[in-house]
């Protein structure tokens, strides 16, 4: 009987995290779906909630901003599966005010403190969480497919719309967000380079969802996370002929 293939997703307790793990679950039953988010109650219950469907998930504690929480992580999956073969870095925030800061604080600190804050999350925990399971992802050993990691971005996070005076985000507001995902793209490139050599055997990916409802942007998306979790699902489930190295969504290319 051959091995299932170990897929971890981080931030899967709602949203297009919970929409990416059902599905890939649903459709792809040769995965073990492991569950990841940083609050224990939350991501059991949301795992409780496919595995009552027959799907197979795990949850599993992991906190994108905590590197112990991460080693954790990692010697979990080492110890029950081994290796990993497929990484989704779902996990992300839109939005941070330093609790620290009263009304009073200075456009400088509050500005500050939202950028420190949300790349701490969308970028540093992205690199933390990567760098800590690719010793487990060069483990892999499926036959025939590649070893896949999926970044989710945004389309807000590209420069050829943002510079583009006609293109579709290059008056948007969201400052310290689209500039974390525009650095995340960048992220993912140190990984597309390292392994180039080697593409055959890893298709390293960025995707965005699309505009859907979710808590990250207060439900006000018009698209569903269901249909956020389509092209997700295909790159993690890319063969040896699939590409790496893009930025893509479910409708096609994006622009750096």
Known sequence: MASKTVAIITGANQGIGFETAKRLATEHKDYIVIMTGRRKDAIEEAAKKLQANGLTVEPLVLDVDSDESIEVAVQAVEQKHGRLDVLI??????????????????????????????MNTNVAGVAAVTDAFLPLMKKSIE???????????????SMGYKV???GQNHANVARAYTTSKAALNMLAWHYMVDLEDDAANWKINCNCPGYCATNLNGHAGFDTAENGSINAVRLATLGPDGETATFTNRQGTIPW
């Open 164 to 166: 583009d005076p006609k």
């Open 89 to 118: 870095n779902n996990a992300g925030i839109s939005r941070y005010t330093d609790p620290k800061l009263g009304d009073n604080a200075s456009a400088a600190a509050k500005a500050r403190a939202e950028v420190v804050g949300i």
């Open 143 to 157: 036959t025939n497919k590649p070893k896949r990691i999926v970044f989710v971005s945004s389309t807000l996070g």
